[in-house]
């Protein structure tokens, strides 16, 4: 009895003490009281280069994608392709595998 006391206290233990060290590596760091959290943008390394981020920033520039990002908007994603029509997805979902549509199945009813 003893001993499962005692797993049991340090498995609580680590339950509450785990979520706090998880933002000491992270930007963001919980502050007491209804704050929230307080920004330390130098708690993180980037893995991108200047030149990088300012080259993908006159990118966004050039193709208007920072005008609307800068105005709340979705960003616009490039075009896959012309898309199915009714009779091919419907050709397609006839011939495939019952793996496959027991895997489809699966994953559309989420679990």
Not at 21 to 47: K, L, Q
Not at 49 to 74: C, F, N, P, W
Request: net charge positive; charged share 20%.
């Amino acid at each position: 009895m003893n001993l499962r006391k005692t797993t049991a206290l340090c498995v609580v233990a680590a339950a509450i003490t785990l979520p706090g060290i998880s933002f000491a590596s992270s930007e963001w760091h919980p502050s007491g009281g209804e704050a929230g959290g307080t920004y330390h943008p130098n708690h993180v390394t980037s893995t991108k280069t200047r030149a990088a981020v300012i080259a993908e920033l006159d990118a966004a520039r050039k193709d208007g994608t920072l005008a609307i990002m800068q105005r709340g908007g979705a960003i616009p994603i490039k075009s896959t392709g012309p898309g199915k029509t009714r009779e091919q997805v419907v050709s397609e979902l006839r011939n495939e595998s019952p793996e496959a549509r027991r895997a489809r199945m699966h994953s559309h009813a989420g679990g």
